[in-house]
């Protein structure tokens, strides 16, 4: 019962500094997102990928980037790190983009001081 | 960017009471969904909505997609504390970049 798994759950960084955010999903879903979440803020969409091969942006793409190699996996990279980008990290896949029904991984709570 | 504004921004209730949400627009969504993420979790899909006037029950939890179709509203009957966390509701609004948008969330606190 894996579903979306998301490593790291926490993580500190330094400003400046790069990561990769790891989203696996066993659910054979095509459709795979990044969102993040500040608080009152709602979930905003980085980026997100409709197939192995595929990704676009969402709203706020900007100081991110993602790759979609295989159908399983949808890392998120934080290059230069900045301050703006401390906020809870969630990964979700979707089989279908017709009835958004997503499944959520737990989440990545990232703070750059 | 397109906003969905959900009101109220956080309740705090008894056990046992009733409880209502909603969630605007200013666009016509084809889609309305609720979501509820408990603390430290992921949000996790409530309710789907997929017409206009539609109202849909998942247990305690009954949900309406608004005829304007610019909102949508979440009651949840006799209030427990496993109720705790934040709800959000979510629209597609169909097309080529059918992409889900998030309401601001309501934040639910039920005291025993």
């Known amino acids: 019962n894996a579903g979306v798994t998301q490593t790291p759950k926490f993580r500190i960084l330094k400003i400046g500094q790069s990561m990769t955010l790891q989203c696996a999903q066993d659910m054979n879903h095509n459709y795979m997102y990044w969102y993040r979440q500040d608080p009152g803020m709602g979930l905003k969409l980085i980026y997100y990928s409709v197939g192995a091969g595929i990704t676009d942006k969402g709203e706020v793409p900007n100081g991110y980037n993602v790759s979609r190699s295989t159908t399983e996996d949808f890392p998120l990279r934080l290059e230069l790190a900045a301050p703006s980008q401390t906020s809870v990290y969630f990964c979700?896949?979707?089989?279908?983009?017709?009835?958004?029904?997503?499944?959520f991984g737990e989440g990545s709570r990232l703070t750059v001081l | 960017g397109q906003q969905l504004n959900q009101s109220p921004q956080s309740m705090f209730i008894q056990e046992g009471e009733d409880v209502s949400m909603n969630c605007t627009s200013s666009?016509?969504?084809?889609?309305w969904l609720w979501y509820k993420q408990d603390p430290g979790e992921g949000p996790v899909l409530l309710i789907a909505?997929?017409?206009?006037?539609e109202l849909t029950s998942n247990g305690r939890l009954t949900a309406q997609f608004g005829i304007t179709r610019k909102d949508s509203f979440l009651n949840i009957s006799a209030s427990i504390p496993s109720d705790v966390g934040i709800y959000f509701c979510?629209?597609?609004?169909?097309?080529?970049?059918?992409?889900?948008?998030f309401g601001t969330g309501t934040l639910l606190a039920v005291q025993p």
């Open positions: 666009s016509i969504f084809n889609t």
């Open positions: 979510a629209g597609l609004r169909g097309g080529a970049t059918n992409k889900l948008i």
């Open positions: 909505l997929y017409k206009a006037g």
């Open positions: 979700a896949s979707s089989p279908h983009q017709i009835t958004g029904e997503l499944f």
